[in-house]
């Protein structure tokens, strides 16, 4: 499958449905000088510009700040990933 308009059970689902959906979720978001965001995705427009709250920056593995609020450029942005629930998160 070419990935953008992937078929998954008879409806097709975009990265822009993947977007809407992870919403208030948390996310990992990878930016391209490989530091690591990860909190609950509460913004996201057109250019990838993201708002999150809850934020931890991770670099290298290690956390190195928390942050109440965080913007992130969209143009810095390399992915964003959700986070796998867990038994304990109710999944």
């Given at each position: 499958m070419?990935?953008?308009?992937e078929k998954v059970s008879g409806t097709t689902k975009t990265p822009a449905d993947f977007l809407k959906s992870i919403r208030?979720?948390?996310?990992?978001?990878k930016l391209n000088s490989g530091v690591d965001y990860r909190g609950i995705l509460?913004?996201?427009d057109g250019y990838m510009n993201i708002a999150m709250?809850?934020?931890?920056?991770y670099i290298n593995g290690q956390l190195k700040n928390k942050y109440g609020?965080?913007?992130i450029r969209g143009n810095n942005v390399l992915y964003i990933s959700t986070v796998k629930r867990t038994?304990?998160?109710g999944a």
């Open positions: 070419s990935g953008v308009g208030g979720r948390p996310v990992v978001v509460t913004c996201l709250e809850q934020t931890e920056e609020d965080a913007f038994v304990a998160d």
